[in-house]
C-alpha cells in the first residue's frame, strides 16, 4: 500500500509530506553548475543524501541516542529508503506515472541548496516540487486513476497517472468513481486536497479551501499552511504544525519504530 507520504517519522506519529505544483518559497542560491537528469536507479540514494546529512547538520537538538553522525546519518537513510521506495520508486517503475530524470534533477538540487542553509523550507520542496516528477499520461475523462486504496490511505502513483494540470478527480467522495479532471475550485467537494486548485486544501470539510494554520485539522500536508500535518498512527485526522528545526530536521532521525 502506498501512503501519500513522503516521510514518515515522528516517533508515534507521522509526519506527512505530499505534493501540488508549485513551492511558494523563492528559489535560494544554487550556486555554480546546473542541475542534470537524474538516473532512477540513483534517485532515492541521492535523496536520502540529502535528507540525512542535513538532518544532522541542522538539528541543535538531536535525539539522546543519536551520538554518532554516521549511524544516525546510516539509520536515516534506510527509513527514508523504505518511502522512497514506495512514492518515488512507483513513480520510477509505473509507466503510467512517468518518471521524468530532468525534473528529478532540478527537484533535487534545490533540495541540497535548501539544505545547505538549514533553510526551513526544505519541507515545502518535498510537500511541493517532488510530485511535479511524474508527468502522468491519462487524459481527461479517463477513470483509470482511482488512488483509494481503504480509509486514510491514497496510493500516490494513481494519484499522478493524470497528465499535465489535470487531477484525478472523485464523483461521489472516497467511495465514488474518479477520473482525470480540471483542479476544482474554492467551495467545490474534494476527497483530497490534490483534487483541489493550486493553494486551496481539503481537509475535513470535504471541500476546497483555504489551508489550514497552526493548529487545524489535516489528513495531508496539503492541508496546512506549513505543510506539515502529524498525527497519531491510529487516527484519520491529524494536527497541522509549524515548519520548524524539530518538525523539519530533527523528526529525520527520530523515526517511528517499524
Avoid at 12 to 25: A, Q, R
Avoid at 130 to 148: E, K, N, R, W, Y
Avoid at 165 to 193: F, I, V
Avoid at 219 to 226: H, P, R, T, V
Amino acid at each position: 500500500m502506498r501512503w501519500l507520504a513522503l516521510l514518515a517519522l515522528l516517533g508515534g506519529c507521522s509526519m506527512v509530506l505530499d505534493g501540488e505544483e508549485h513551492t511558494g518559497n523563492p528559489a535560494p542560491d544554487m550556486g555554480p553548475g546546473e542541475p542534470q537528469p537524474l538516473d532512477p536507479a540513483d534517485a532515492c540514494n541521492r535523496f536520502a543524501d540529502v535528507l540525512c546529512e542535513a538532518a544532522f547538520d541542522c538539528c541543535s537538538t538531536p535525539p539522546a541516542d543519536c551520538t554518532d553522525r554516521a549511524s544516525c546519518v546510516s539509520s536515516c537513510k534506510r527509513d527514508y529508503q523504505v518511502t522512497c521506495l514506495e512514492t518515488l520508486g512507483g513513480f520510477i517503475d509505473d509507466p503510467m506515472a512517468r518518471y521524468d530524470a530532468d525534473v528529478a534533477g532540478q527537484v533535487l538540487w534545490e533540495a541540497q541548496a535548501r539544505a545547505a542553509t538549514c533553510d526551513l523550507s526544505l519541507a515545502e520542496v518535498f510537500a511541493v516540487d517532488l510530485m511535479t516528477i511524474p508527468q502522468g499520461s491519462l487524459s481527461a475523462g479517463d477513470p483509470g486513476c482511482d488512488p483509494v486504496e481503504g480509509v486514510g490511505a491514497v496510493d500516490i502513483v494513481k494519484a499522478n497517472y493524470c497528465a499535465g494540470a489535470l487531477a484525478c478527480l472523485s464523483n461521489g467522495g472516497a467511495l465514488g468513481t474518479w477520473e482525470c479532471g480540471e483542479r476544482r475550485g474554492m467551495d467545490e467537494p474534494c476527497t483530497t486536497y490534490l483534487e483541489c486548485e493550486e493553494g486551496l486544501g481539503c481537509g475535513m470539510t470535504m471541500a476546497c479551501g483555504p489551508r489550514e494554520p497552526t493548529g487545524g485539522s489535516c489528513l495531508l500536508a496539503g492541508d496546512c499552511e506549513s505543510f506539515v500535518c502529524v498525527r497519531d498512527g491510529t487516527e484519520l485526522y491529524g494536527t497541522c504544525v509549524g515548519a520548524t528545526e524539530e518538525n523539519v530536521y530533527c523528526a529525520l532521525l527520530d523515526p517511528p519504530e517499524r
